[in-house]
């Protein structure tokens, strides 16, 4: 069965804090997602990734980096996270260069105060 | 920019009656057109989806016809149950867009009554 694993769903930081979080794949899917979900304004990409080592900007990256060193895992990193960062944070894995259906994880939810 | 229009932002409908979801996209490239559903506290499942050259599709109670000359593609649901309860996301993708990732509607909250 297909599993995209997030390490947290629930986290409270505050302003400031540096912020890791992590997805892990078990398909070994090339691409790799961090899209950002808020009420109303649907799933907006941050980064993604089609390799390892290989990153590029989405639509809102401004505030936040990613990591994938390995082809299982890719991280979202926020250096100093801000109160408008507050949000739920899904992570989504997806086979090859063709569009194809994307898997996601469960999401986590970073509340920052 | 590229974009995806999605309408209705919400939906009500009574059980066995029909619901449908547009959308329009601007980039006229795009051939991927996949739609997701979201049920509360849970992860986006993609549930149908159709590619540029076909247009429309059909999986039980849910079809997904496509326009390309107008750029728009709708969900269609029959005998809507309330399990049919969830937040839809209609998508598009562009062949320039690197890795598959897509543009997201901003979403339709459907409520099905019994």
């Known amino acids: 069965d297909v599993k995209v694993t997030q390490s947290s769903r629930y986290l409270v930081k505050r302003t400031g804090e540096k912020v890791f979080l992590e997805c892990v794949q078990d398909m070994d899917h090339e691409n790799m997602f961090w899209y950002r979900q808020d009420p109303g304004l649907g799933l907006r990409l941050i980064y993604f990734s089609y390799d390892v080592k290989m990153k590029e900007k989405g639509d809102i990256p401004e505030g936040y980096s990613v990591s994938r060193e390995k082809k299982e895992r890719f991280s979202l990193i926020l250096e100093s996270a801000s109160t408008n960062q507050t949000s739920m944070y899904l992570c989504?894995?997806?086979?090859?260069?063709?569009?194809?259906?994307?898997?996601f994880g469960e999401g986590s939810r970073l509340t920052v105060l | 920019g590229e974009n995806v229009e999605q309408h209705p932002s919400t939906l009500s409908v009574q059980e066995g009656d029909s619901a449908v979801i547009k959308c329009t996209y601007s980039d006229s490239a795009s051939n991927y057109f996949p739609w997701y559903k979201q049920e509360l506290g849970k992860r986006p499942q993609l549930i149908i989806d159709?590619?540029?050259?076909?247009g429309e599709k059909k999986d039980q109670r849910i079809a997904v016809t496509l326009n390309k000359t107008a750029k728009h593609f709708s969900l269609h649901i029959t005998e809507t149950q309330p399990e049919d309860s969830a937040v839809y996301f209609c998508?598009?993708?562009?062949?320039?867009?690197?890795?598959?990732?897509?543009?997201f509607g901003k979403g339709t909250k459907l409520s099905v009554k019994p």
């Open positions: 159709i590619r540029s050259n076909v």
């Open positions: 989504a894995s997806s086979p090859g260069l063709v569009a194809r259906e994307l898997f």
């Open positions: 998508a598009c993708k562009s062949p320039w867009r690197k890795g598959g990732n897509l543009i």
